[in-house]
């Protein structure tokens, strides 16, 4: 079973759409994340959730909306998309009062043409 | 939350033990140091971590210096598959501490 799965795995789509990527793990796990890769290969946190609260927001554009209806689900929309939206998106899940390990999603490829 | 710094890339040859260095000097006394590597193009995966003794699991050792300030991930026996990027990263505790990446050290394990 997978523990953190991410749909849809590649998406391409024209600028000025707005897009969804969902993301559900079934860790039981209490705080979700949002990771950007870009073509550079950094890998940049964008947002965290625990327990359906934002907790951690890091200077992202206001096209992107986090929501979170669960603590196993977390979803990223992106409106108005732009070229440089283009990377792999990355979910992640953290137990709260673990060791700290982050399990990651397989990414979900936007290309923005 | 403390910054890295890692040698860009690296190779090692199959069966023969990996050590990938990692510095972090200005580490502070709660903060934690993560290893994951990012086999291409997938989720990065967790390694090992530790706070100040040497932890071993089934993938690996690390190797924390006494005062800290760097710390060495060791493969024992690198297999091809053992290719990929490797991410040194401190962090504090708790489930706000921020898992923040640098660019990792390229891993090419070679036959």
């Known amino acids: 079973d997978t523990a953190v799965s991410q749909t849809p795995k590649y998406l391409v789509t024209q600028m000025g759409n707005d897009k969804s990527i969902k993301c559900e793990q079934n860790?039981?796990?209490?705080?979700m994340y949002w990771y950007k890769q870009d073509s550079k290969k950094f890998l940049k946190i964008m947002f965290s959730?625990?327990?359906?609260?934002?907790?951690i927001n890091e200077t992202v554009p206001n096209r992107f909306s986090p929501k979170s209806p669960d603590k196993a689900h977390l979803n990223l929309h992106i409106n108005s998309l732009e070229l440089g939206d283009s990377a792999v998106y990355f979910c992640?899940?953290?137990?709260?009062?673990?060791?700290?390990?982050?399990?990651f999603g397989e990414g979900s490829r936007l290309t923005v043409l | 939350d403390a910054k890295t710094t890692q040698p860009p890339s690296m190779d090692c040859a199959e069966g023969r033990a990996a050590n990938l260095p990692c510095n972090h000097s200005t580490i502070s006394g709660n903060e934690y140091v993560y290893w994951y590597r990012q086999i291409h193009s997938q989720g990065p995966q967790y390694i090992i971590h530790g706070l100040k003794n040497n932890e071993t699991n089934e993938m690996a050792s690390l190797i924390i210096t006494e005062d800290r300030k760097s710390s060495t991930l060791i493969l024992p026996h690198a297999t091809l598959r053992d290719t990929a990027v490797y991410y040194c990263?401190?962090?504090?505790?708790?489930?706000?501490?921020?898992?923040?990446f640098g660019q990792g050290t390229t891993l090419q394990v070679k036959p």
């Open positions: 959730y625990n327990n359906k609260e934002l907790i």
């Open positions: 860790l039981g796990h209490d705080t």
């Open positions: 990263i401190v962090r504090g505790n708790g489930n706000t501490g921020k898992l923040i």
């Open positions: 992640a899940s953290l137990r709260n009062g673990g060791t700290g390990e982050l399990f």
